[in-house]
């Protein structure tokens, strides 16, 4: 699920986090995590005041429920804090049938998907009985609407991302790594980025890597978790560059790796993350 957040980001997609959960508990993990913001999960919540004390503005936590976020909640929740319909929806129990009824149930490219807990031996299984997330109706209501069914004990070769080896698939299925290529820059925040030499490059063993900023060189450690990369310990030359733009784009690049949370790899195109947005784009 991580891979498609990251390729449903990358492709221009907005992602949200639809739970029963409580709002505050999610959106604390939600973007480290899954790389979705907290602006963009919807939960349970309780009521909130706004008071001044000590010529403080604060908001009081009150003892009384704002809102349930599960099963017939989803979709009320989806149009009061989104206030679109989504075209695609996945989820995992009961809970979720009324927001994927609500999701595809009108005309177009619609998706749901079901995403069903089969593996007892490298995490849960659970489903019609199950006391806890069960899946019955949703189950059911998939056969007759159509929609997709993704047995996890058959389907996923990874579970966990501490689990996998650094890769990523991409649109074709074929399997993917950030090391063993060299990427050169071509887009910053979106803007094309003509003749630049700067460039990145991956050492997998050594979890470091190197490259150019089209001036000075520079290099440091990155971490990888499922569809998660972060960059630090970043040590660079100083050397002036007597091109003012090449020196714009270099600080830029920088900035940009300093803020990166995720990356998507479609082909020969490698796309740095910020939250859901690409901010890097980079090309083999």
């Known amino acids: 699920m991580l891979e498609l957040l990251a390729y449903l980001r990358?492709?221009?997609?907005?992602?949200?986090?639809?739970?029963?959960?409580?709002?505050?508990?999610?959106?604390?993990?939600?973007?480290?995590?899954?790389g979705i913001p907290p602006e963009q999960v919807i939960g349970s919540q309780g009521k909130l005041k706004f008071e001044m004390r000590n010529d403080e503005p604060v908001l009081v936590k009150l003892p009384e429920v704002q809102f349930v976020d599960d099963r017939e909640g989803k979709p009320a929740g989806i149009e009061t804090f989104i206030g679109r319909r989504p075209i695609a929806a996945f989820g995992n129990s009961d809970g979720d049938l009324q927001m994927l009824q609500w999701t595809t149930g009108r005309s177009g490219a619609r998706l749901g998907l079901v995403v069903h807990h089969t593996d007892a031996e490298r995490e849960w299984a659970y489903d019609r009985t199950s006391s806890i997330g069960k899946l019955d109706k949703a189950l059911d209501e998939a056969t007759v609407r159509k929609w997709i069914v993704v047995d996890m004990k058959r389907d996923w070769k990874v579970i966990y991302p501490a689990?996998?080896?650094?890769?990523?698939?991409?649109?074709?299925?074929?399997?993917?790594?950030?090391?063993?290529?060299?990427?050169?820059?071509?887009?910053?925040?979106?803007?094309?980025?003509?003749?630049?030499?700067?460039?990145?490059?991956?050492?997998?063993?050594?979890?470091?890597?190197?490259?150019?900023?089209?001036?000075?060189?520079?290099?440091?450690?990155?971490?990888?978790?499922?569809?998660?990369?972060?960059?630090?310990?970043?040590?660079?030359?100083?050397?002036?560059?007597?091109?003012?733009?090449?020196?714009?784009?270099?600080?830029?690049?920088?900035?940009?790796?300093?803020?990166?949370?995720?990356?998507?790899?479609?082909?020969?195109?490698?796309?740095?993350?910020?939250?859901?947005?690409?901010?890097?784009?980079?090309?083999?």
């Not at 890597?209 to 450690?221: D, L, T």
Request: with cysteine; net charge neutral; proline share 1%.
């Open 163 to 284: 689990d996998r080896v650094e890769q990523v698939v991409d649109a074709s299925g074929q399997s993917l790594s950030l090391a063993g290529t060299k990427w050169e820059l071509r887009e910053l925040h979106g803007v094309s980025i003509e003749r630049s030499k700067a460039f990145l490059k991956f050492d997998e063993k050594a979890k470091r890597f190197a490259g150019s900023g089209g001036c000075n060189r520079f290099a440091g450690e990155y971490e990888v978790d499922g569809a998660h990369v972060k960059f630090s310990q970043v040590i660079s030359t100083k050397m002036a560059c007597l091109d003012n733009g090449v020196q714009k784009v270099e600080n830029d690049f920088l900035k940009a790796l300093s803020e990166v949370t995720g990356f998507h790899i479609q082909r020969n195109v490698l796309r740095l993350l910020k939250g859901d947005k690409p901010t890097v784009t980079l090309q083999r």
């Open 10 to 34: 990358a492709n221009d997609f907005k992602t949200f986090i639809v739970s029963g959960g409580g709002v505050e508990f999610m959106r604390a993990f939600a973007e480290e995590t899954y």
